[in-house]
Every structure is written in structure tokens, then in C-alpha cells.
């Protein structure tokens, strides 16, 4: 693992959007139907997502536009009003961005030199005099499950809960303690890892977030960050064992980490049980009764084309090669490392781009053999880097509000739902409190059940999942906040970021 050339992924586009806050405490918002922009929302939803698209950026500031998810732009007009749509000449819609020491950034009109403000509803730009009325803080908008890469070490942040600290000595983000949860509370980031303990301005994990756990955070465009205790203090690296910590001298900014969200790896077995893992470097044998670093896979997959890659922790792609046999030997634009993947209840069959489906030889090799899938060809699959899942549909996260007895869908705060394992593909789900999650005669959801019920997990792109609950039917989002499983059909609403 210490020998592995692990190379980062590229940004992607989930990377680059922010949601904008304005003085009063309301997100920009766009509204698609009315075509105008307005700051009087008070959670960060899909219309308070914005894209920011860079075409010139220095240490201090940058040319941008801000791209809805619908992917229209946010247009400042001649006298001062904005509006929501499609450039009309190449300035239209530029905005000279600032980015402030308190964090905050401003928006000042390319052609009118005007800044974006906000009176706490409406939107505009009037005024050439800089003020705070002028100031927007920047939320990272990507799912709260993240990870932290450092380009200056090469490395990704770790906790380690036997020691209640945090190192940045990583190599590749396959473990669970690379997985961090990023809360966002009164303009402050709290840091809390996979143990469910936060990183204090002290240097260590503690159990309980508090005025000592919160950072205020400095962001950059294409997901670049910066966390500060706001006294001058900056979190990096430090010493030979690369400690993070907070400091005041940090050189040649090993200050900024990229914040990305939390890869899936996982783990396949096979039908005698054992694990798919790399030998020799890059055969895949199903040889061990053990999970190891060599058994884990880095699970990238495009939800559209049901195209699946995996990454084995070696930095290199299974692909099929000569004599129908699979290696880790591939790399990422090879069409020999996309694979087609079916679900079998909770069970994933893989077909290679020949059309044959994956198996396991008599001499343990994995192999594209079968021209029709049999038990053979059935992998187990486990999620080998998350102990608990943090669900978000298309109206916000799933959590528990305390005006509502009924798991909501629609929450900026998420709850974590813990995984008990209890055969391949099928979790128990667990309260925050312990208790198991209840299903009612409707189709709704408790999270103080006494029995452990089955919900099955099928993984339908590199973050993004679908739950077959214990009654049979999907588990969706909807628009009245309540959490529902009574769909048939997996629809946009059954599809869940993680």
C-alpha cells in the first residue's frame, strides 16, 4: 500500500457548486418558472446549487459565471435587476469574484462594475461602493460525506481513533477512517469522523461538537479548501508523521486540501465465499476467506449506462485481456474496463464487453466465461468503506425532525443510518439511537423499531444507490417530506446520493 502510484481523480462537476449566503442568513435562489433570482430561502436545495465556471483565476480573485443545475446563468441587466438565462454576448453574466480573508466572497458586475446584494429577499446589483450588504459566504454544495486530499502531501486525511487524531498520511482513500462528515452549523464547519468524533482546535478527536470543534472555512473554485480557527490558526500537515493540526506558518499552501466526496469501495465474494482479490500484483483470484487491502475495489459507475469500472487500491482497472481472463492492469478510458452490471436480489452479475459474464475458474482465476449468468456468476457485494449510509434524495437529506414522528426526506441536517451486515447485500438499518427502523402500514418510516428488518441495497452509479425495503417496494423521496417505500419502479425519486 505505501508503494502504490495512486493517481486523484479529476474534479467533477458535484465538486464545483456552492450555494451562496447572504448577509441576512438566505440563500441565492433561482426560480426556474418565473426565469428571476431571489435570497430568501433558508436551506441549501437543488435551486440553491449554483456551478461556478472559471475562466481567468488569480491568488485573489477570479472571472466567473454561476450556472443553475438547470443550466441557465445568472444575468445582471443594465439597470441593475438579474434575471435568470442564456448570455447574450461574451461578457453577459461575468462577475469579477473576490475572495475575502473572513472567507466571504463578493460579485461585482463585469460591465457595470456593480456589486450582487441582497436586502434578505430580493437580488440586485446597484452599488459601486463596497459594503458588508456585499458579502456572500459559500457552502460547498456536494454531499456532507467527504474526503480531504492534500495536493502538497500527496495524501489523504485519516482518522485514527486509537490515538484521537487525524494524520494525512493516506496514500488512497479506501478506508473508512478517510470518510469524514462536513456539518455546516451558524456559518461554521464541524469535522466528524467515521467514529462519530470531531476535530477540536486542540489537535484531537473529541466527542461532542462544540465551540472548540467549529472551523470557518475559505473556499476556491474547482473545491479547494481552507479551515481556520478564525484567530489566525490554520489547519495543515505538521511534523514528519503529518499531524493535522492547527498553525500559524504553513508554506507554499499545504493550507488548501481538495474536498471531494467519499468514494464507494467495495468488497465481492463469490459463491464459495471468498474474497476477489489481487495476486501477483494484477491477477484477481477469489482466493482469500479474509478481507485485505487486495480485496477492496473503488466502485465507479455511470447510473445511466449502467457502464461499471473497478478500481483495485494498485491505482489500475480490471479489464478483460487474452484467453477471457480479468487483471487489474487497465486504465480509466480502455474499453476493455467497462463492464455491464445486473442485480440479482442484492447480488451483482458483471458482463464483460464481449458479452460474456464473469466467473470464477476452477483454479480460482477470475474469468469472462459464461455466455448465460448461473450462481457462478453471482458476486456478493459488500460496502467495504462505509459503515453507515447518509441518504440524499431530490428534496434534501433523510433525518428526523422534532415537529414530525415520521423519517423526513427533506432535511439540510441528515441523520446516519448504521449498516448491519447480515448477508451479501442485505442491511439491517439502525437509528442514531440505537433502535432499529420500523416500516409502517402506509409505507412510512419510524427509527425506534425493536426488531431488525431487511433492506436491500442495490448500487446504481459510483454514488448513488436504490433500497428495496421489507414490504417490497422502493424506497423514494417526496415532495410532502415524508419518506415513502411504495414504488414498483425505481424512479428519479427512489435514487439516493451516499
Known sequence: MDEVEWTPRHPKPEDLRVGLISWAGSYLTYEPYKRTVTADARGLGRRQTWEIL???????????????LQGLYLLCEADGSLCYGRPRTSHHGCFLLRFHRNGKWTLQCIISGRYLESDGEDVFCNSRVLSAYHMWT??????VHVILYSPFNQCYARADPTTCRVWVDA????????????????????????????????????????????????VRPGGRVALSDGEGGMLYAQGTHLLLGLGSSPHRGEEWFVLQRCPTWVSLRSKSRKFLSLIYDVEVHAAFEHLT????FQFESDKESHALQLRSTNGCYLAQRRHRTVMADGHPLESDTFFRMHWNCGRIILQSPS????????????MSNATVPGPNEEFGILLANRPFLVLRGRYGYVGTSSEQDLMQCNMDQPDCIHLLPCRQGIYHFQAQGGAFWSITSFGTFRPWGKFALNFCIELQGSNQLTVLAPNGFYMRSDRSGTLFADSEDITKECIWEF
Do not use: W
Request: charged residues 15%.
Open 54 to 68: 472559471v475562466s481567468n483565476e488569480h491568488d485573489t480573485q477570479a472571472v466567473v459565471r454561476l450556472r443553475s
Open 138 to 143: 459559500p457552502r460547498p454544495a456536494l454531499h
Open 171 to 218: 496514500p488512497v482513500p479506501c478506508l473508512k477512517e478517510c470518510g469524514f462528515l462536513l456539518h455546516f452549523e451558524d456559518g461554521c464547519y464541524h469535522l466528524e469522523t467515521s467514529t462519530h468524533f470531531f476535530l477540536s482546535h486542540l489537535d484531537r478527536l473529541v466527542s461532542q461538537p462544540s465551540t472548540q470543534t467549529a472551523f470557518h472555512m475559505q
Open 293 to 296: 487491502p487486495m480485496s477492496l
Open 355 to 366: 458479452g460474456r459474464f464473469l466467473g470464477i475458474a476452477p483454479n480460482s482465476l477470475l
